[in-house]
C-alpha cells in the first residue's frame, strides 16, 4: 500500500480503565498517560495507518463533562480535513453521555467518530482494551466500496458491537460487552471479521464537508427520577431548583406517572413557568407511549413532552445542546421530540 492510500487517523485520548495504573499504596486505580498505553498495543504498529494522537489531561470518566465534550469535539472539528476517522479513548461510566453528546454537537458529521475504553487497564493480561483499541482504529479506517467512510456518525465500539452512540446505555459494570443500544440495532457485530450492517448505519446528505461545530451546552437541566412514594415536598423541592430550563422525567413503563392532583399540579406550573419537560422510560428497552395508559395521558395534558424512545443519555445532553443554542422554551419544546442525528425513532 502507498503512503498517500494509507489511512489517517487521529487518536483523542481523555483517560479511563484503558490507560489506568493501579496506585501501589491505595490499590486503586489512576488515569495515566498516553505513551503507557500505546507501549502496551505494539500491535498498532502492525497496522498499515498514519496515526496520531491528541492527549489531554487523562481523567476518569465521572469528571468528563460539557468542558470536557467541548473540548473533544473542537479537536475533530479543528483536524477534520486531515483525517479519514477519530478515535476517542474514553472511561466507560459517562460514555454514553460523551456519545450522545457529540452526536449533537457535530451536525452533519460524515467521518467515523469511534469511542471506546475498556473493563480492564490496557497492562493487564487479560485486558479488553487492546482488542477495543485495534476494532476501533480498523473500523475508523473502513470504507465503503465507492470508498466514503463506512460509519458517518458517532459510534461506541465495545467487544463485540459496533453501537450508534446516542443509542447506546452502559449496561454492565462488569461484563466486556459493557454497552447496548436497546432501542436500534448494532451498526456492526465483530467476530472472526467486522460485520456492518449498512441499512441501520445513518448517512448524512448534505455537502461532506459541511461539519457544523456546536459547543455551548446548558447546564440548567436535570433528571427527575420518579420511585414510589415519591413525597410531595421532594417534588417541590426539585421542581423550585433555581435557573432550571429542562428536566427529562424518568417515568414508568411507557411513560406513566402517579396522578395524584399534587404530583399533576405541580408539573403543571412547572411548565407554564417555560420549564420543558421531556418524559422517558426508566425501561432500558422500549419507550413512552403516552397516550397507551390514563396516567401517561394526563402527563401529556399537562403539557410535558414524549422522549418515544430516546434513551435518558440521549434526552439530557439534547437538552443541554438545545438551550446551548440559546433556543427559546417554545423552540426547544418543538425539537426535542424531533430526529436530529438518529436518536429518536418517529
Ligand atoms: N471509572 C472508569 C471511567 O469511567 C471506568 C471505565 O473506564 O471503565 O473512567
Known sequence: MSDIAKPRILIIYTGGTIGMIENPETRSLEPFDFTHLIDNVPKIKMLEYDIDNIQFTPIDSSDMGPEGWAEIATAIADHYDEYDGFVVLHGTDTMAYTASALSFMLQDLSKPVIITGSQLPIGEVRTDGEENLITALQIAAATTPAGAPMVQEVA???????????????????????????????????????????????????????????????????????????????????????????????????????????????????????????????????????????AGDLLTRCGVISGRDMTSEAAITKLMYLFGLGLTPHQVRSLIGTDLCGEITI
Not at 413503563?253 to 406550573?269: C, K, S, V
Open 156 to 294: 461506541i465500539l465495545f467487544e463485540n458491537y459496533l453501537w450508534r452512540g446516542n443509542r447506546s446505555t452502559k449496561m454492565s459494570a462488569d461484563n466486556f460487552n459493557a454497552f447496548k443500544s436497546n432501542n436500534y440495532p448494532g451498526l456492526a457485530r465483530i467476530g472472526l471479521g467486522i460485520h456492518f450492517d449498512e441499512a441501520a448505519l445513518r448517512r448524512v446528505t448534505t455537502d461532506p464537508k459541511r461539519l457544523r461545530l456546536h459547543t455551548r451546552m446548558d447546564r440548567d437541566v436535570m433528571f427527575l427520577d420518579l420511585n414510589p412514594g415519591f413525597t410531595q415536598s421532594t417534588m417541590q423541592h426539585l421542581l423550585a431548583t433555581p435557573g432550571i430550563k429542562g428536566i427529562v422525567m424518568r417515568t414508568y413503563g411507557a411513560g406513566n406517572a402517579p396522578t395524584d392532583t399534587w404530583f399533576l399540579e405541580a408539573i403543571r406550573r412547572t411548565v407554564d413557568r417555560g420549564v420543558v419537560i421531556v418524559n422517558v422510560s426508566q425501561c432500558v428497552n422500549g419507550g413512552v407511549h403516552a397516550r397507551r395508559y390514563a
